[in-house]
Nanobody, 121 residues
Framework: QLQLVESGGGLVQAGGSLRLSCAAS????????MAWFRQAPGKERVFVVR????????YYADSVKGRFTISRDNDKNTVYLQMNSLKSEDTAVYYC??????????????WGQGTQVTVSS
């Protein structure tokens, strides 16, 4: 089993920045592709970004391209999501996921508990 724990969420004004972290434990983190998803109230969980286990192949949803950056530190068993130029529509619970590769949440095996990001306009 791979355990994932997100942190770094909070309340930020529109135009501001946050950095989310997802710490992994339990299995060899470096062998997993990682992804971030988000879920707004009353809406489905949607894809934000994914990164390969080497950190060499990143793919972003159009809605965050140019504003969000995924990175990972395999020595620290942590993946990050740097979010800049935040908008009110970025408000959601953000989840990290592992064990998949596509853009559907159903493709991922391991999930964190989520961290709330609220962007005030």
């Amino acid at each position: 089993q791979l355990q994932l724990v997100e942190s770094g969420g909070g309340l930020v004004q529109a135009g501001g920045s946050l950095r989310l972290s997802c710490a992994a434990s339990g299995r060899t983190f470096s062998g997993y592709n990682m992804a971030w998803f988000r879920q707004a109230p009353g809406k489905e969980r949607v894809f934000v970004v994914r990164d390969s286990w080497r950190g060499s192949s990143k793919y972003y949803a159009d809605s965050v391209k140019g504003r969000f950056t995924i990175s990972r530190d395999n020595d620290k068993n942590t993946v990050y999501l740097q979010m800049n130029s935040l908008k009110s529509e970025d408000t959601a619970v953000y989840y990290c996921a592992a064990g998949g590769w596509g853009m559907s949440p159903h493709e991922y095996t391991y999930w964190g508990q989520g961290t709330q990001v609220t962007v005030s306009s």
